[in-house]
């Protein structure tokens, strides 16, 4: 039988311990002789749970018993993760883990000490929750040069997106339903400031060009910013706005990377991605577009990802699941240079001087809209100039614009 831990037993880690349980007959399929969850590490105590009695607060005791081959490592955070999970590798035990924060900072150096022990480090959980996402890429696309990957990479912001335009209701509350539901991360602003995204797309970015691209080096902007308002002029406009992670290779070789909000035209498959769901286009040059779907959060949808590396691990003992990806930083495209079209709202008092800046322009116009405002979509024009021409408008701010989407 495979032993393995689980580190941290919250949301995720509830569910993988759970799941190994209840789909133990399917798992055999794959692993005759089973696999089980021997310790669950934690701070807290769970005298109400069924595992109660395979839990320490002692890590050691998990690093020192010989017969541990994997560990869940779904704790989340940067530290004690880091460590754990180094000194676990060290010791030739795998880790599969949920935890994206720790795969976007340190990713190529647990992987080469995985290498270097013949072991594994896998994080399909890390990015689109339950959908299988990092495998095919590493698995079934690695013949492709992939030129884009993008999508809605946070359930949580989806989540609170769709509540705020479909049931109306407020930030705040669409948040808490979201943390109700075991979406969002210990620190929501991860999630709302469009952090959580961020790290995703670096993963995604280093992938597909398997060298590293620092999340610190991603222009981020999160769904704060948004108001029910501009929900109001999106369904004006037959889009949605949606946040999303992109990544995009030109011809060139060189790569832009962005999170941010944008504006979905009502016919792109991602306009239909709502509540916690998430979509992943990946445009290969000689498979095309495909697109990955599916629940990018909660308990068992996450819990299925780990499990499906613990599997993975359980199939490769004493041998490593390689990825591509060195420790070299990816110096990213200047984002000034990136073009869009904006929507942008200015008052009214300031149409005139919208016409003369950005010629003919179509008023976007809806019902109760506010009274003194004129909104609009730029054309064409790159991040540089939008924001030099923002600042000639008294009434609209440089960050005050949406991007479309295009493709
Ligand atoms: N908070 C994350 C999200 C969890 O909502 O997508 C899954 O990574």
């Known amino acids: 039988m495979i032993q393995m831990a689980v580190l941290g037993f919250g949301t995720v880690g509830s569910g993988v311990v759970e799941l190994i349980d209840q789909n133990q007959d399917v798992i055999k399929r794959t692993i005759p002789e089973g696999i089980f969850v021997k310790h669950i590490l934690d701070l807290r105590e769970f005298p109400d749970s069924p595992y109660c009695d395979r839990v320490t607060h002692d890590y050691q005791d998990i690093l020192e018993d010989e017969e541990i081959t994997v560990i869940c490592e779904t704790m989340g955070g940067k530290n004690p993760a880091y460590a754990f999970t180094k000194a676990a590798l060290e010791r030739g035990i ?38 299988p996402l990092i495998r095919p890429i590493n698995a079934c696309l690695k013949q492709e040069k992939i030129t884009a990957v993008y999508g809605i990479l946070n359930g949580t912001t989806n989540y609170i997106i769709t509540r705020m335009e479909k049931a109306g209701l407020s930030f705040e509350a669409s948040l808490k339903e979201a943390q109700e539901k075991g979406y969002a991360e210990r620190n929501p602003a991860a999630d709302v400031e469009g952090h959580d995204a961020c790290r995703k797309i670096a993963i995604l970015s280093s992938l597909i060009c398997g060298k590293t691209v620092r999340y610190e080096d ?47 035209r009502e016919n792109h498959p991602l306009h239909s991605v709502q509540d916690v769901f998430n979509g992943v286009f990946v445009h290969g040059n000689m498979v095309d577009d495909l697109m990955f779907y599916g629940r990018g959060a909660g308990k068992f949808p996450t819990a ?26 990816v110096p990213l495209s200047d984002p000034m ?48 100039e939008i924001r030099k021409t923002l600042n000639c408008f008294v009434s609209a701010s440089k960050e005050q614009r949406i991007r479309l989407l295009e493709d």
Do not use: Q
């Open 218 to 264: 991603i222009p981020c902007e999160g769904i704060t910013g948004i108001t029910t308002t501009d929900f109001s002029y999106a369904r004006a406009m037959n889009m949605a706005i949606k946040l999303l992670g992109v990544c995009r290779v030109a011809e060139d070789g060189s790569i832009s990377v962005r999170t941010a909000p944008f504006l979905v």
């Open 304 to 329: 299925s990802a780990v499990v499906s590396d613990v599997i993975e691990c359980a199939k490769n003992i004493g041998r490593t699941v390689e990825f591509v990806w060195d420790n070299e930083i």
């Open 337 to 384: 240079n990136e073009s869009y079209r904006y929507f942008v709202r200015v008052s009214s008092a300031e149409a005139a001087k919208a016409g003369e800046i950005f010629g003919r322009l179509s008023e976007i116009r809806f019902e109760g809209m506010p009274e003194d405002e004129f909104a609009f979509v730029t054309p064409k024009m790159t991040e540089g």
């Open 94 to 131: 795998s880790v599969c883990t949920s935890n994206k924060e720790l795969v976007a900072a340190h990713g190529p150096e647990l992987l080469s000490i995985a290498a270097k022990n013949n072991c594994s480090y896998l994080f399909e959980a890390s990015v689109g929750g339950g959908i």
